[in-house]
C-alpha cells in the first residue's frame, strides 16, 4: 500500500522538453497542471451556467449559488477595503473560487490536491505580495516606504524597528503561502492515515477493529471539507487586508 504522502507526488502525464538551445527545461504536462486545469474548468461551468438564464423574480438554486458566492466576496471587499476596493472584486473572486475548487476537488478519490504544494501557494501569495507592493508604489511614490517607521517610536529604536517591520512585511507571501498548504498536506496525510487503518485493522480483526478509524475518517472528511472553505476564505481576507495596507498605509 502507498504511504500517505504518495498522493502528493508529482507525475508528468505528458513529457515535454525544451530543446538544449533553449535551456533544455522539463515543462512537462503534470497531474498538478490537469487538476489546475480541471479547478478552472470547474469554476467557469459553475459561474457561466449560473448567469446563463438569469432570472431576477425567481432565481433557481444554481443562479442563487452564484450570486450568493458574489456577494459573500462583494461584502469581504467591502467590509475590509471600502468602497474604492471594488475594482479589485475580480482578482479577489478569483483567487478565492480558484482555492475553493481546488481544495475541493482534491477531496475527491484518487484526484490531485495541488494547493498542498508549497511552489504553488508560493506563487499565488507572491503575486499577490508583488502586486500589493507595486499597488502601494504607484499610489503613494516614495511616501509608501515611510508605513516602514513606526509613528511614535522612540529614535534610538527606529532602526531596529524598521529592520523588524522590514522582515514582518517580506514575510507575507511565505506564511500565506504556508498556511494554505499546510493545512491541506496536514489533513490530506491524517485521512490518508486513518484510511489506511480501516484496511489493516479490518482485515486483522474480522471488520471490528476497522469501525474506529473508519468512523474517525468520515469525521475528518466533513473537517477537511470545512478546511476548503476555510482557507479560500482566509487567503481572500488577508489580500484584502494587505490592499487596504497599501492603500491607507496602515
Same mark, same amino acid.
Given at each position: 500500500?502507498?504511504?500517505p504522502l504518495a498522493q502528493f507526488e508529482i507525475k508528468p502525464l505528458l513529457e515535454i522538453r525544451l530543446?538544449? #538551445?533553449?535551456?533544455?527545461?522539463?515543462?512537462?504536462?503534470?497531474?498538478? =497542471?490537469?487538476?489546475?486545469? !480541471? *479547478?478552472?474548468?470547474?469554476? *467557469?461551468?459553475?459561474?457561466?451556467?449560473?448567469?446563463?438564464?438569469?432570472?431576477?423574480?425567481?432565481?433557481?438554486?444554481?443562479?442563487?449559488?452564484?450570486?450568493?458566492?458574489?456577494?459573500?466576496i462583494a461584502n469581504l471587499v467591502n467590509d475590509n477595503i471600502g468602497e474604492e476596493g471594488r475594482r479589485? !472584486?475580480?482578482?479577489?473572486?478569483?483567487?478565492?473560487?480558484?482555492? !475553493? @475548487?481546488?481544495? !475541493?476537488?482534491?477531496?475527491?478519490?484518487?484526484?490531485?490536491?495541488?494547493?498542498?504544494?508549497?511552489?504553488?501557494?508560493?506563487?499565488?501569495?507572491?503575486?499577490?505580495?508583488?502586486?500589493?507592493?507595486?499597488?502601494?508604489?504607484?499610489?503613494?511614490?516614495?511616501? @509608501?516606504?515611510?508605513?516602514?517607521?513606526?509613528?511614535?517610536?522612540?529614535?534610538?529604536?527606529?532602526?531596529?524597528?524598521?529592520?523588524?517591520?522590514?522582515? *514582518?512585511?517580506?514575510?507575507?507571501?511565505?506564511?500565506?503561502?504556508?498556511?494554505?498548504?499546510?493545512?491541506?498536506?496536514?489533513?490530506?496525510?491524517?485521512?490518508? #492515515?486513518?484510511?489506511?487503518? #480501516?484496511?489493516?485493522?479490518? =482485515?486483522?480483526?474480522?471488520?471490528?477493529?476497522?469501525?474506529?478509524?473508519?468512523?474517525?475518517?468520515?469525521?475528518?472528511?466533513?473537517?477537511?471539507?470545512?478546511?476548503?472553505?476555510?482557507?479560500?476564505?482566509?487567503?481572500?481576507?488577508?489580500?484584502?487586508?494587505?490592499?487596504?495596507?497599501?492603500?491607507?498605509?496602515?
Amino acid at each position: 500500500m502507498a504511504g500517505p504522502l504518495a498522493q502528493f507526488e508529482i507525475k508528468p502525464l505528458l513529457e515535454i522538453r525544451l530543446p538544449e #538551445v533553449l535551456g533544455g527545461y522539463d515543462i512537462s504536462f503534470t497531474n498538478s =497542471a490537469l487538476w489546475m486545469l !480541471l *479547478s478552472i474548468s470547474a469554476v *467557469s461551468f459553475f459561474l457561466l451556467v449560473g448567469i446563463r438564464k438569469r432570472e431576477s423574480n425567481a432565481p433557481g438554486r444554481w443562479q442563487g449559488s452564484v450570486e450568493s458566492c458574489y456577494e459573500f466576496i462583494a461584502n469581504l471587499v467591502n467590509d475590509n477595503i471600502g468602497e474604492e476596493g471594488r475594482r479589485f !472584486l475580480p482578482i479577489i473572486f478569483t483567487l478565492f473560487l480558484f482555492i !475553493l @475548487f481546488g481544495n !475541493l476537488l482534491g477531496m475527491i478519490p484518487y484526484s490531485f490536491t495541488f494547493t498542498s504544494h508549497i511552489i504553488v501557494t508560493f506563487a499565488m501569495a507572491l503575486v499577490v505580495f508583488i502586486g500589493v507592493t507595486l499597488l502601494g508604489i504607484f499610489t503613494h511614490g516614495l511616501h @509608501f516606504f515611510s508605513s516602514f517607521v513606526p509613528q511614535g517610536a522612540p529614535s534610538v529604536l527606529v532602526p531596529f524597528m524598521i529592520v523588524i517591520e522590514i522582515i *514582518s512585511y517580506l514575510s507575507r507571501p511565505v506564511s500565506l503561502s504556508i498556511r494554505l498548504f499546510a493545512n491541506m498536506m496536514a489533513g490530506h496525510t491524517m485521512m490518508k #492515515v486513518f484510511a489506511g487503518f #480501516v484496511i489493516s485493522l479490518g =482485515a486483522a480483526t474480522f471488520g471490528i477493529g476497522a469501525i474506529a478509524p473508519l468512523a474517525m475518517t468520515v469525521v475528518l472528511t466533513g473537517f477537511e471539507i470545512l478546511v476548503a472553505f476555510l482557507q479560500a476564505y482566509v487567503f481572500a481576507v488577508l489580500t484584502c487586508l494587505y490592499i487596504n495596507d497599501a492603500l491607507h498605509l496602515h
